[in-house]
């Protein structure tokens, strides 16, 4: 898939999310690439073949303090290539890329994977 029309799935992910989750997310940046690099695959304590298809960088809130202002954005980043490998349409691949946006969402809000799993199965998603 081109791209633009990737970026513009992630798009309309974010924009279906409910306005008091997008008002939450201040100092979070969403970009997309096309792989992680080894080294956020490292990071994530996976080794290859494994992938990401999303990575949360960035404190949670449950972590910030009284001195957190001026820090950079946080980053969630939505791995293009990754969702479209294990999707058979694109329908599938959005539903994927809402599901990775989610799952990372709930890091920036101080989930750990135990927690989000637990979230997913109840959801239905694993």
Known sequence: ????????????????????????LDNVEIVVEPFPTPEQVRRAGLRPPATLLGLYEGVPRTARGAFYNMAPPDKITIFQKPIE??????????????????HEIAHHFGFDEEHIQALERELGWR
């Open 85 to 102: 490998a294990i999707s058979h349409s694109e329908e599938e691949m959005y539903r994927h890329i809402q599901e990775t946006l989610l």
């Open 1 to 24: 898939m081109h791209p633009v029309r990737f970026r513009r799935l992630v798009l309309r992910a974010v924009n279906s999310l409910p306005a008091e989750i997008l008002h939450l």
